[in-house]
T-cell receptor, first 118, second 112 residues
């Protein structure tokens, strides 16, 4: 149980276009979802925290107009990279926590999405 | 601020060797401490955790003890297997918060 999926697993886009990444909790209700970014051979950096039905809380230094996060339901959050540029190329990972049992105190991670901007 | 520093990799060991991956942290108050593992092609999975000083987390033969006096949470396993090959991340959750602060990850390869 407590499975999180991401779609797509990888995407290549042209500079200036927008890309949407989906994060879904498959078997639990995710009241809180987190979006991380991972550079090669580096740590995961938290970008933002989103609670269902509320605006996301962005970490310092993350452009909220560039990285649009929507958490409209208890099983889906989306990250849209707007007007993507090559420096946005990275591995984006989401995680989710729920409201009961094991999901309450633990983050469950998706497999990640590799974004390459040409 | 909050930060985690862990042993740089990659680490390569032979099967049945003893494993230590060092992790130290900086945080205010009393954070919770975690080790996550990422197998090839999969998402991060919680390996073990400790929520207060002197707690020992353990799972699948791995252990780590929350040492507040040395601000450390070193990961150990007495006898590693090829299936333990993965990337290991040390992380903390600040007191009263859900978010995670990660170390840079250590790639572990176990040779038969």
């Amino acid at each position: 149980g407590a499975v999180v999926s991401q779609h797509p697993s990888w995407v290549i886009c042209k500079s200036g276009t927008s890309v949407k990444i989906e994060c879904r909790s498959l078997d639990f209700q995710a009241t809180t979802m987190f979006w991380y970014r991972q550079f090669p051979k580096q740590s995961l950096m938290l970008m933002a925290t989103s609670n269902e039905g509320s605006k996301a809380t962005y970490e310092q230094g993350v452009e909220k107009d560039k990285f649009l996060i929507n958490h409209a339901s208890l099983t889906l959050s989306t990250l849209t990279v707007t007007s993507a540029h090559p420096e946005d190329s990275s591995f984006y990972i989401c995680s989710a926590t729920g409201t009961s049992g094991r999901t309450y105190n633990e983050q469950f991670f998706g497999p990640g999405t590799r974004l390459t901007v040409l | 601020g909050n930060s985690v520093t862990q042993m740089e990799g990659p680490v390569t060991l032979s099967e049945e060797a003893f494993l230590t991956i060092n992790c130290t942290y900086t945080a205010t108050g009393y954070p919770s401490l975690f080790w996550y593992v990422q197998y090839p092609g999969e998402g991060l999975q919680l390996l073990l955790k400790a929520t207060k000083a002197d707690d020992k987390g353990s799972n699948k033969g791995f252990e780590a003890t929350y040492r507040k006096e040395t601000t450390s949470f070193h990961l150990e396993k007495g006898s590693v297997q090829v299936s333990d090959s993965a990337v290991y991340f040390c992380a903390l959750s600040p007191q009263g918060a859900q978010k995670l602060v990660f170390g840079q990850g250590t790639r572990l390869t176990i040779n038969p």
